[in-house]
């Protein structure tokens, strides 16, 4: 087996908050157990066009505080191809690169678990996604801090909302999965959370609209953008025909909830993962994705963090519509 002595270190996917923090911790706890970091730029479309550059501990100062990611992001359709691979395969050895830890999600880890397999590379995954969509850790980076700033915003949307008296359909985001709006639907009070996977949450919001209490002065519905453009705007054209009576407007938060200050949660699972990342290389692990469940460190195949679908805990709407008496 090869000792590795340079690890190659990119985001991919959309842009998390704490990717910037796991980023930091890599390339410092590298450096303390004496590897060499390659920071490669915009995800594996840097990787196969050799967008490389030697990274050290001042090229992470004054980081961990900043959303987005110093290192680029983007999906790469090259990397897709066998070709694309292959060059990315053939700039990495030219580089010396002995192993990869690719920051990113779903898109990701197929990815890079496709190229890991055809190439027998070792690759570390860390889970930095807003989505919380994977398998293997309780919690992705940059999902504390995507609830956060959506309940900032619904909080601010509820005062407006109570002084006209409306009923506000508020998108989040969470294409193939539900757990921002389930979450940020408890922590902001929302009377109800639209999740595209549990289609039967229409009709219980239609009842509620209809039978429920008319003396609320306000009401927040949530809804996940899921995969059909414009999820909240049909929603809300529904609502209106159905209830007149309601004063309805729509809004969509969109990617106000990748940026931002990461939270010090986000900075915190950023910073035990980026070490032990680099800790599992070491070990002679790869192939894997490093997450936390339940507190603790977890090892998780890369091609399992993201072969389930997530199941929503029932348990979260029954909450909502519990609390929203
Ligand atoms: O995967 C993170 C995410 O923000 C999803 O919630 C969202 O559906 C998607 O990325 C949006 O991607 P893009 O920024 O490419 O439009």
Same mark, same amino acid.
């Given at each position: 087996?090869?000792?590795?002595?340079? &690890? @190659?270190?990119?985001?991919?996917? %959309?842009?998390?908050?704490?990717? #910037?923090? $796991? =980023?930091? !911790?890599?390339?410092?706890?590298?450096?303390?157990?004496?590897?060499?970091?390659?920071?490669?730029?915009?995800?594996?479309?840097?990787?196969?066009?050799?967008?490389?550059?030697?990274?050290?501990?001042?090229?992470?100062?004054?980081?961990?505080?900043?959303?987005?990611?110093?290192?680029?992001?983007?999906?790469?359709?090259?990397?897709?191809?066998?070709?694309?691979?292959?060059?990315?395969?053939?700039?990495?050895?030219?580089?010396?690169?002995?192993?990869?830890?690719?920051?990113?999600?779903?898109?990701?880890?197929?990815?890079?678990?496709?190229?890991?397999?055809?190439?027998?590379?070792?690759?570390?995954?860390?889970?930095?996604?807003?989505?919380?969509?994977? &398998? @293997?850790?309780?919690?992705?980076? %940059?999902?504390?801090?995507?609830? #956060?700033? $959506? =309940?900032? !915003?619904?909080?601010?949307?509820?005062?407006?909302?109570?002084?006209?008296?409306?009923?506000?359909?508020?998108?989040?985001?969470?294409?193939?999965?539900?757990?921002?709006?389930?979450?940020?639907?408890?922590?902001?009070?929302?009377?109800?959370?639209?999740?595209?996977?549990?289609?039967?949450?229409?009709?219980?919001?239609?009842?509620?609209?209809?039978?429920?209490?008319?003396?609320?002065?306000?009401?927040?519905?949530?809804?996940?953008?899921?995969?059909?453009?414009?999820?909240?705007?049909?929603?809300?054209?529904?609502?209106?025909?159905?209830?007149?009576?309601?004063?309805?407007?729509?809004?969509?938060?969109?990617?106000?909830?990748?940026?931002?200050?990461?939270?010090?949660?986000?900075?915190?699972?950023?910073?035990?993962?980026?070490?032990?990342?680099?800790?599992?290389?070491?070990?002679?692990?790869?192939?894997?994705?490093?997450?936390?469940?339940?507190?603790?460190?977890?090892?998780?195949?890369?091609?399992?963090?993201?072969?389930?679908?997530?199941?929503?805990?029932?348990?979260?709407?029954?909450?909502?519509?519990?609390?929203?008496?």
């Amino acid at each position: 087996m090869t000792q590795i002595k340079r &690890i @190659g270190l990119l985001t991919s996917g %959309g842009d998390a908050p704490g990717m #910037n923090a $796991a =980023i930091r !911790a890599v390339v410092r706890s590298a450096i303390y157990y004496e590897l060499e970091v390659i920071g490669i730029r915009r995800g594996f479309e840097g990787m196969i066009n050799g967008d490389y550059f030697r990274m050290d501990r001042k090229s992470v100062s004054n980081i961990i505080q900043r959303g987005g990611t110093i290192l680029k992001s983007g999906r790469s359709e090259q990397f897709a191809t066998e070709e694309g691979r292959k060059k990315a395969y053939e700039q990495l050895k030219e580089n010396d690169i002995d192993a990869i830890i690719t920051i990113g999600g779903n898109g990701t880890f197929i990815a890079a678990d496709i190229f890991a397999k055809e190439y027998n590379f070792p690759v570390i995954g860390l889970p930095g996604t807003i989505d919380n969509d994977l &398998i @293997g850790t309780d919690f992705t980076i %940059g999902y504390d801090t995507a609830i #956060n700033t $959506a =309940i900032d !915003a619904i909080d601010k949307i509820r005062d407006t909302a109570e002084s006209h008296a409306r009923l506000f359909i508020v998108e989040v985001m969470g294409r193939d999965c539900g757990l921002i709006a389930l979450r940020a639907g408890v922590g902001a009070g929302a009377e109800a959370v639209i999740i595209p996977d549990t289609s039967s949450n229409l009709d219980a919001l239609y009842h509620r609209l209809e039978f429920g209490r008319k003396d609320k002065s306000s009401r927040i519905v949530l809804v996940a953008e899921g995969e059909q453009p414009n999820a909240a705007f049909e929603i809300g054209r529904m609502v209106k025909e159905k209830f007149p009576n309601y004063d309805t407007r729509v809004s969509v938060l969109g990617h106000i909830q990748r940026g931002g200050k990461p939270t010090c949660m986000d900075r915190v699972l950023a910073s035990r993962l980026g070490v032990a990342a680099v800790e599992r290389l070491l070990a002679g692990k790869f192939g894997e994705m490093v997450g936390l469940v339940h507190g603790e460190l977890a090892y998780t195949p890369l091609e399992s963090a993201v072969k389930h679908h997530i199941t929503i805990n029932p348990n979260f709407l029954k909450i909502v519509e519990i609390l929203s008496l």
